[in-house]
């Protein structure tokens, strides 16, 4: 909040004696001092608004459509929301920016706190919520989940996988000139999708011509943004992505097949989506100078109401609501009505791990998914002059002579000009930030050896500053080193327009160091007087393959899923599932502004579980593509129960820790169910399955909550909680606290052609006692069985275990269901 400052005003007041004019002639001047208490001018911020009464999408319950009676119904709606606020505020106080006008009631309003409640008071009103603001949760893949040869065979090859699913991605826009988003004439789509009805607005660098056949439909919302910051000439208000994060996610989930990656004159190979011949619709809500829920949440409603299959959501809040559970904030809310119209929601799990209890995915109706690595890799090379090899990563070519040929080697404090009005700071003497402060005979021709110190640990400090160094002091390349003050860093692979590498251990780091000064000479005042050492960099852009795999990122969040911002526990698993989110290549904007290093490149190699989410949007899609009736839960449940919980070599995955090189086995709370598995999960056997009606049920069956609270935030009655939120049918158990004993209720489908016989097999968490029954049963084609499982505590303790329930069909389908519980006492 902001206030003004008090004023104190000194005034000379010419006045008679007697306060009027009158019998002394006498005048005096006096001193007034007058203070003038400031009032308290309220910062405004955006508020979300959810109203009482039936958005349209469920006020009828036949198949929903564009036409007359919904467009009346909301042209009313928008009037009571105008009036509403009229009633409420003074006019000309406040900002109405959106009207939300499908599957929720309600408007997002720019206001001030002290507004906002009396928003919360006014007739009407269920919720008011500030907006938390929405952050982007930042080739080889198909290959690594085995499409090519699995689910794409089934649907017909690359040129027919995802055809007639429409994915929905609320993110940074899309570059429509990019080649994963071109329509090939020769390739026409045949798929009807009649179901949906989007638009093509344009806007700079976005003609009509940009909504191809491939991308279906491109909006923007930009009401938000516009509120509360003052936008760019970056921040184009058309639908077109200057970031180039919403291309990335984009041509993961449906990019075209084939496309060739050329990133500085290098061919990496080719990136295929997942879903290659889905189609796109694009639905810009964040901005490089700013995101807001508001935008996302209106692009989200308009996203349903066009009729997309899938919802990408690689953005979103980056931290729990403050004053209400995570279920039942506005974004969760707004994801669950999604789901309720049919519409299957991805949400990335978030990069604030590996703590625990950091997922941002929290509810049982949306798919969080974490991030984890390929069996690919970038290793770059540093070939000192003594013959040693150090390892490192860059994606850049090789110094002059393929890496072979040696160069000066010169540490960046000993080719520091003696003198000069540069600041002597670590960023301008150490880590090569400042062109003015090295001198150009010592360092040209030369691999600068740039050491990490106290401006990349602050974040003040850039890659992109030392390759600009480089190029205009015309070093052959550079090296960026540990520093043992700080320890080691993260590297990440990132392309280079000159030679480079980063060295990021520093054992490594040592190894040259003592290469070096054992090469130099320096005179009496320490200054190098001969620069004997020599180095060469080698090529960089080659990928290897092998090592474990997949290994979960250190950035991706962890569970266990949390309740509220105090982070009391939820009987929910999260995140739901792992896919591959590490050194991703796919689609970039060339005009990429936030990333300067990036700037001109059409491809990136990105990291985060924003990477990740758009593996499984795709894989859904093909799902989607071979099995239409089925429903949000059915395609989560058929990802879930076939997902794999072993690497490449057979073992339990593993989970990077806090420390670099530190790895641990993994629990369901980092990969949830386990690795996605397209071939298997487009075939699962049974599915679990979860409606509208039975998440209310759910909501109704958490502590600590009324009723009344629950019909408020999403406009149903409590008619038939759960026993207990553990009971909703999920494909796994979490119970965050288990006393004496449980039994919890679970319903299966058979979705194959066949009947089948199952068997289950048991892994008790430590502690507990876990008994099924049925122990094995008969399931005919569509048929349900329920199972009811026993919980019994064996030995109390403090932390979570894990066990799995598996069902093993008699062809060949195996159901696994995740156990996690933290048994707290024996009765």
């Not at 978030?350 to 290793?379: E, K, L």
């Not at 997949?550 to 962890?558: C, G, H």
């Not at 399931?779 to 505590?793: K, L, M, S």
């Amino acid at each position: 909040m902001q206030y003004k400052r008090n004023i104190t005003t000194l005034l000379l007041v010419h006045i008679h004696s007697s306060g009027i004019m009158a019998t002394s002639s006498r005048h005096a001047l006096i001193l007034v001092f007058v203070i003038c208490v400031a009032c308290f001018a309220e910062e405004r911020s955006l508020y979300l608004v959810l109203l009482e009464g039936e958005p349209v999408a469920f006020h009828d319950p036949r198949k929903l459509e564009l036409n007359s009676e919904i467009s009346q119904a909301h042209a009313k709606r928008l009037d009571s929301h105008d009036q509403l606020l009229q009633r409420t505020l003074e006019i000309g106080s406040y900002s109405k920016l959106y009207s939300f006008k499908h599957i929720v009631n309600g408007f997002a309003v720019h206001v001030t706190p002290s507004q906002a409640e009396k928003l919360k008071d006014a007739p009407g009103v269920k919720m008011v919520e500030r907006d938390r603001g929405a952050k982007l949760m930042t080739t080889y893949t198909p290959h690594f989940l085995g499409l090519p040869q699995g689910v794409w065979t089934q649907e017909g090859g690359a040129k027919n996988a995802g055809e007639g699913i429409v994915i929905g991605f609320v993110d940074t826009g899309i570059d429509p000139l990019h080649p994963s988003f071109a329509n090939d004439p020769l390739n026409p789509f045949t798929s009807n999708i009649s179901h949906f009805s989007g638009a093509c607005e344009t806007g700079p660098r976005f003609p009509p011509s940009s909504c191809n056949g491939k991308i279906v439909s491109a909006r923007f919302f930009s009401a938000g943004a516009q509120a509360v910051a003052t936008l760019t000439p970056m921040d184009f208000l058309s639908p077109i992505d200057a970031v180039g994060h919403g291309s990335h996610v984009a041509s993961t989930a449906a990019g075209n097949a084939g496309v060739p990656v050329v990133t500085n004159g290098f061919y990496y190979g080719k990136a295929s989506g997942m879903a290659p011949r889905a189609r796109i619709a694009v639905y810009k809500a964040v901005y490089p100078t700013v995101g807001t829920i508001t935008d996302v949440v209106a692009a989200m409603d308009q996203a349903v109401m066009d009729g997309v299959d899938i919802l990408t959501l690689s953005v979103g809040p980056d931290e729990p609501p403050e004053d209400t559970l995570t279920f039942l904030s506005v974004f969760d809310v707004f994801m669950l009505l999604a789901q309720r119209a049919g519409v299957f929601v991805v949400q990335a799990a978030g990069n604030n791990g590996p703590a625990p209890s950091t997922v941002v995915s929290y509810s049982p109706w949306a798919v969080g998914v974490a991030a984890c690595s390929t069996d690919r890799n970038f290793r770059g090379s540093l070939l000192l002059g003594n013959g040693q090899k150090v390892g490192g990563v860059g994606l850049s070519a090789p110094t002059f002579g393929g890496g072979l040929f040696l160069h000066k080697l010169v540490l960046a404090q000993d080719a520091v000009k003696a003198n000069g009005t540069f600041p002597r700071t670590p960023q301008c003497v150490e880590e090569c930030q400042c062109t003015e402060s090295l001198d150009p005979n010592v360092v040209r021709g030369s691999i600068v050896i740039c050491t990490f110190s106290a401006g990349f640990s602050n974040d003040t400090s850039t890659i992109t500053a030392i390759t600009n160094t480089a190029r205009t002091l015309g070093f052959k390349g550079f090296a960026l080193v540990a520093n043992p003050t700080y320890g080691d860093f993260i590297a990440e692979p990132v392309p280079f327009a000159v030679s480079g590498i980063m060295i990021p251990k520093v054992a490594d780091a040592q190894i040259i160091s003592r290469y070096y000064e054992q090469q130099i000479r320096r005179n009496e005042r320490g200054f190098v007087t001969d620069f004997r050492a020599r180095a060469a960099i080698g090529e960089g852009r080659v990928a290897s393959f092998g090592g474990r795999a997949p290994i979960v990122s250190r950035f991706s969040s962890r569970g266990p899923d949390i309740i509220d911002i105090n982070k009391h526990l939820a009987d929910v698993l999260k995140p739901d599932i792992v896919a591959p989110g590490h050194q991703i290549w796919a689609a970039w904007s060339p005009l990429s502004a936030l990333d300067p290093l990036l700037t001109g490149n059409t491809f990136a190699l990105l990291s985060g579980t924003s990477m990740a989410t758009p593996h499984v949007v795709g894989i859904a899609a093909l799902i989607k593509q071979l099995n239409p009736s089925w429903t949000p839960s059915s395609i989560s449940s058929a990802l879930s129960t076939t997902a794999t919980k072993y690497d490449n070599y057979g073992e339990l995955i593993l989970s990077e820790g806090y420390d670099i090189d530190s790895f641990y086995p993994s629990t369901h709370f980092d990969v949830g169910a386990g690795l996605v598995n397209p071939t298997r999960a487009i075939d699962p056997g049974l599915v679990f399955i979860s409606e509208f009606d039975d998440y209310i049920s759910f909501l109704c069956s958490l502590p600590n909550i009324s009723p009344t609270t629950i019909k408020i935030v999403t406009g149903e009655t409590c008619r038939k909680p759960l026993s207990h939120p553990a009971n909703l049918n999920l494909p796994s158990v979490t119970i965050s606290a288990l006393r004496g004993s449980l039994r919890v209720q679970r319903s299966v489908k058979n979705v194959g052609s066949k009947p089948e016989i199952y068997l289950c097999s048991v892994i008790s968490p430590n502690g507990t006692m876990v008994n099924p029954s049925p122990t094995w049963f008969a399931i005919a084609p569509q048929g349900t069985q329920n199972i009811d499982i026993q919980f019994r505590v064996t030995q109390a303790g403090d932390v979570f275990s894990f066990g799995e329930i598996v069902l093993t069909g008699s062809l060949n389908h195996i159901v696994r269901i995740p156990l996690s519980v933290l048994p707290v006492s024996i009765s």
